[in-house]
């Protein structure tokens, strides 16, 4: 189960963190992810934290202000924005799956557990 919080409304170029708990055992084999949805617009991949090898990898509109991390101890992942944007609003989710190979991981669809979305909303 994954539980997401962090969001709400900030002024473009501000920041935001945003952090996804994940109930259950320790896993550090299983990847993390964070997508977002505007309204009216699919679900895009924004970042995602890989297995074991913890290679990161980021959407371009993204790379270089958000920045994906995680705490294994505590079971988050969380989500660093910086130099917001109005285009970054949406509604963000976070996404887990134990067996992704690499190729899937920006689709939606290959990821078996998400959590409840969180509201970011930036204001121009």
């Known amino acids: 189960q994954l539980q997401a919080s962090g969001g709400g409304l900030v002024q473009a170029g501000g920041s935001l963190r945003l952090s996804c708990a994940r109930s259950?055992?320790?896993?550090?084999?299983?990847?993390m992810a964070w997508f977002r949805q505007a309204q009216g617009k699919e679900r895009e991949f924004v970042s995602a934290?890989?297995?074991?090898?913890?290679?990161?990898y980021y959407a371009d509109s993204v790379k270089g202000r958000f920045t994906i991390s995680r705490d294994d101890a505590k079971n988050t992942v969380y989500l660093q924005m910086n130099s917001l944007k109005p285009e970054d609003t949406a509604v963000y989710y976070c996404?887990?799956?134990?067996?992704?190979?690499?190729?899937?991981?920006?689709?939606?669809?290959?990821?078996?557990?998400w959590g409840e979305g969180t509201l970011v909303t930036v204001s121009s």
């Open positions: 934290d890989f297995r074991s090898s913890r290679a990161t």
């Open positions: 259950g055992r320790t896993s550090r084999t299983i990847t």
């Open positions: 996404a887990a799956d134990q067996h992704l190979i690499l190729s899937a991981i920006r689709t939606p669809d290959s990821y078996d557990y």
